[in-house]
Nanobody, 116 residues
């Protein structure tokens, strides 16, 4: 099993920045890809950004140039630096880990609210 604990969400004004963290514990050796997703009430959960153990990254078009995902393998932690935040970025953000056997693990979610 893998446990994921997110932190760093909160309320920020448009144009501001937040940094989300996701700390993994448990069967860390089995984790390959880690990522951040977001979900608004009544909508599907969408990919924001992901990063492989080797450092390859993927971003949603809507966040390219504003968000940066990074990973500290020594601390088993993934980060999402969010700059130039917009009200449209308001959502619950979830951390996800994919194991080498394709099992998926989710964190509990952290609320990000951007005021206009």
């Amino acid at each position: 099993q893998v446990q994921l604990v997110e932190s760093g969400g909160g309320l920020v004004q448009a144009g501001g920045s937040l940094r989300l963290s996701c700390a993994a514990s448990g069967r860390i050796f089995s984790i390959n890809v880690m990522g951040w997703y977001r979900q608004a009430p009544g909508k599907q959960r969408d990919l924001v950004a992901s990063i492989t153990r080797g450092g390859s990254t993927t971003y949603a078009d809507s966040v390219k140039g504003r968000f940066t995902i990074s990973r500290d393998n020594a601390r088993d932690t993934v980060y999402l630096q969010m700059n130039s935040l917009e009200p449209e970025d308001t959502d619950v953000y979830y951390c996800k880990a994919d194991s080498v056997t394709s099992r998926q693990y989710w964190g509990q979610g952290t609320q990000v609210t951007v005021s206009s």
